[in-house]
């Protein structure tokens, strides 16, 4: 095998879902790279850069986390996107509320592109909580819906009927400005 050549995991990498979620974050400007992963990484496979997913398909576990990565660069402020990785990134990122926006983040793409919830939440994620949140998202509890307003990317229900826009799970704005 060729050096810059990664080996992929078959299993993982030809999940038809897989390919439709690169399909949305290349439509909405995520760049998805795929290079081995020398290091340990939080999620298996997945790491972040410089507005940008690396991919090690040999490591990646669950192709879904792939979504609430990429929910990590979406609801970060763009000025900031282009340091993740870097060591001008901010010790204490991503912040509290920024995590939380990226887990309801993920719940909009996974209704944007039809896909089962626990593809995102698989019950080997979230720690131990997909189960909670997968419940939370079918009753209508939104948990995180006021960042979400608030950096402009989707809108409750009560604002959106006064606005006449689309209320949650549909997106305004896919990425933050």
């Known amino acids: ?30 760049t998805v790279i795929e290079r081995e992963l020398e290091h340990a990484t939080f999620l298996p496979g997945l790491d ?12 990646l576990k669950y192709p879904g986390d792939m979504v609430h990565e990429a929910g990590h660069l979406a609801v970060t402020p763009s000025a900031s996107r282009a340091l993740i990785g870097s060591e001008q990134q901010e010790k204490d990122w991503p ?16 209704r944007e592109l039809d896909l089962p919830l626990d593809f995102v939440f698989h019950p080997n994620g979230y720690k131990d909580d997909s189960s909670w949140l997968i ?15 608030w950096a402009g990317l989707s809108l409750g229900a009560v604002r ?14 896919w990425m933050r400005e």
């Open 1 to 30: 095998m060729e050096a810059d050549v990664v080996e992929k995991n078959p299993s993982v990498r030809d999940d038809p879902r897989l390919d439709k979620v690169l399909r949305f974050l290349d439509s909405i400007g995520i």
């Open 48 to 59: 972040l850069g410089p507005a940008c997913i690396y991919v090690d398909y040999g490591k």
């Open 95 to 110: 912040p509290q509320g920024e995590e939380i926006a990226a887990i309801l983040w993920s719940l909009a793409v996974a």
């Open 135 to 149: 419940e939370m998202f079918e009753s209508g509890n939104f948990i995180g819906l006021p960042f979400l307003e």
């Open 160 to 173: 959106a009927e006064k606005e006449g826009k689309p209320a949650f799970p549909k997106m305004l704005r």
